[in-house]
């Protein structure tokens, strides 16, 4: 593969990492009673709420828009880990695809905080 395409394919890594969370985060909003209930049903306080919804939309947008990009993806990476080991048990066959999801999109974070967000990014229009 060329490496005229990295700039591209970084951009749209972004963006398609960035939907799950822009539109979780945001669902979380509306749904905010509920999502709280399981949360807690879960064992885990309902009072993070705030913070999850800060975190996924904001830090998805962050991503998106390609700004404080490596924090945001360190963060969300982190995040992954969380959600899998706290609503995703490997040893239930029914929730093995939502660990091991959850466990791979934390993989595509890392990736991206260590690479950076690439030139389609606010960042590096600051940096020039």
Same mark, same amino acid.
């Given at each position: 593969?060329?490496?005229?395409?990295?700039?591209?394919?970084?951009?749209?890594?972004?963006?398609?990492?960035?939907?799950?969370?822009?539109?979780?985060?945001?669902?979380?909003?509306?749904?905010?009673?509920?999502?709280?209930?399981?949360?807690?049903?879960?064992?885990?306080?309902?009072?993070?709420?705030?913070?999850?919804?800060?975190?996924?939309?904001?830090?998805?947008?962050?991503? %998106?828009?390609? $700004?404080?990009?490596?924090?945001?993806? &360190?963060? =969300? /990476?982190?995040?992954?880990?969380? +959600?899998?080991? *706290?609503?995703?048990?490997?040893?239930?066959?029914?929730?093995?695809?939502?660990? %091991?999801?959850? $466990?791979?999109?934390?993989?595509?974070? &890392?990736? =991206? /905080?260590?690479?950076?967000?690439? +030139?389609?990014? *606010?960042?590096?229009?600051?940096?020039?």
């Amino acid at each position: 593969m060329s490496e005229s395409a990295s700039p591209y394919l970084r951009f749209v890594g972004r963006v398609l990492l960035a939907i799950l969370f822009i539109y979780a985060g945001w669902n979380k909003i509306g749904g905010y009673s509920g999502t709280q209930a399981f949360m807690e049903s879960q064992g885990v306080p309902g009072m993070l709420l705030p913070l999850v919804i800060l975190l996924e939309l904001g830090g998805g947008l962050a991503v %998106l828009l390609g $700004i404080f990009t490596r924090w945001s993806a &360190l963060a =969300l /990476a982190v995040f992954c880990i969380l +959600a899998a080991i *706290l609503f995703h048990s490997p040893a239930d066959p029914k929730q093995i695809t939502g660990f %091991l999801k959850d $466990i791979s999109i934390a993989g595509g974070f &890392l990736v =991206l /905080a260590a690479a950076g967000p690439g +030139a389609f990014a *606010l960042e590096s229009l600051r940096r020039r």
